[in-house]
């Protein structure tokens, strides 16, 4: 079993940064790809970024340039670093991970969520 908590969201202004952290816990073998995904009212679920072991990032076209993902392996913990926030980044924020365990192969797991409201 896979755990995620997520943390770090909250009400900022336009314009403003915040850094969300996901922390997995539970009887982890390997983590191959962590990621972040969003979803605001009335919209589907969409991409963020993705970072895999290695450190090879995916991003979303509408944000390459704002947000930065990187991850510590050691701490299995994946970032997400938010600059220059716009009212349309507003939304709830999921972490993802694709991991192996010492009883399954390989799933997909999802964080419970963290707020993020852009706001003045």
């Known amino acids: 079993q896979v755990q995620l908590v997520e943390s770090g969201g909250g009400l900022v202004q336009p314009g403003g940064s915040l850094r969300l952290s996901c922390t997995a816990s539970g009887t982890i073998f390997s983590i191959n790809v962590m990621g972040w995904y969003r979803q605001a009212p009335g919209n589907q679920r969409e991409l963020v970024a993705t970072?895999?072991?290695?450190?090879?990032?995916i991003y979303a076209d509408s944000l390459k340039g704002r947000f930065t993902i990187s991850r510590d392996n050691a701490k299995n913990t994946v970032y997400l670093q938010m600059n220059s926030l716009k009212p349309e980044d507003t939304a709830v924020y999921y972490c993802n991970a694709d991991a192996s365990t010492t009883w399954a192969r390989v799933q997909r797991y999802w964080g419970q969520g963290t707020q993020v409201t852009v706001s003045s």
């Open positions: 970072i895999t072991r290695g450190g090879s990032t």
